[in-house]
Each structure stands twice: as structure tokens, then as C-alpha cells.
């Protein structure tokens, strides 16, 4: 009778615990895209450890600050507003970008030719957004807040 009985929870468990499709379908959230505002710039000082030494990114208070705008569908704008005159001008550079693991790589035309920058993203939230990027040896990192 114990042999019975047992065999039966046994049955039951593998009858009860299979899955079964209740129509959710779960999906990743988009964390990057939207409008990232730089907030703070820094560089690694190496004295007496390794420290990323942030300073408040300088942004022209008469102007719009400047800001990434990245689209869900993989286009993007840099927004870097200048004065000029009594006005601010935005020195807008527009493109596509891709994610390949933590490196967005934004593609773009300077000049008749195609640029690549790739910058590595170092902390995702969705109010924050840690890049850093490396040219001629220095390593500079960006803080962005959405907005």
C-alpha cells in the first residue's frame, strides 16, 4: 500500500510541476534608451590609488545642457549646445549606434567620412548612465543623468 501511495505523489508531482504557457511574455527592459544629460566628467588619478576624480561637466548656463538623445531604434543625437550671440546654436551630431555586451558604438559622417566611437558603459541604471571612453591613452568618464 506504501508502494502505491508513493508512486501516486511521485506521478502527481511530475503531473502538477510541468509549465504551462499563461500568456505572459517577459521581455528585457530598455534601461539606455531616452535623453541622458551630462552631469559629471572624470579622469583616473593614480595617486596613491586608482580613483576616478569626477568634476561637474561645464555646460553654458544660458544654454540647454548638453545630452545624448538615444532612440529605441538604434539612432541617436549629441546635443552640444554653444552661445552664439544673445542665442545658443546646437552643434548636433547625428547617427545609429549599436550595443555589442557593455560597448556602445556610435557611427556617424565628419567630414564625408564615417566615425566610429565606442564608449564602455560602466554602470545602467535607469536614472544613470556611467560611460567612459579612451583616446590617445586617456581614459575620461562621463556621468549622465536621464531626463
Avoid: H
Amino acid at each position: 500500500m506504501k508502494k502505491i501511495i508513493l508512486s501516486l505523489v511521485i506521478l502527481s508531482l511530475f503531473t502538477f510541476s510541468c509549465e504551462r504557457d499563461d500568456g505572459i511574455t517577459y521581455t528585457t527592459p530598455d534601461y539606455i534608451s531616452g535623453k541622458w544629460v551630462f552631469d559629471k566628467v572624470g579622469t583616473i588619478n593614480p595617486q596613491p590609488v586608482y580613483t576616478v576624480i569626477y568634476q561637474n561637466y561645464q555646460n553654458d548656463a544660458s544654454c540647454i545642457k548638453d545630452n545624448f538623445l538615444l532612440n529605441a531604434d538604434g539612432t541617436f543625437s549629441i546635443n552640444d549646445y554653444e552661445p552664439s550671440g544673445t542665442t545658443c546654436v546646437n552643434n548636433a551630431t547625428t547617427g545609429s549606434y549599436t550595443i555589442v555586451n557593455k560597448d556602445v558604438t556610435f557611427s556617424y559622417t565628419e567630414n564625408n567620412l564615417v566615425v566610429l566611437k565606442t564608449y564602455t558603459i560602466i554602470a545602467l541604471s535607469y536614472t544613470e548612465l556611467t560611460i567612459a571612453s579612451d583616446e590617445n591613452g586617456v581614459t575620461t568618464f562621463y556621468k549622465l543623468i536621464r531626463e
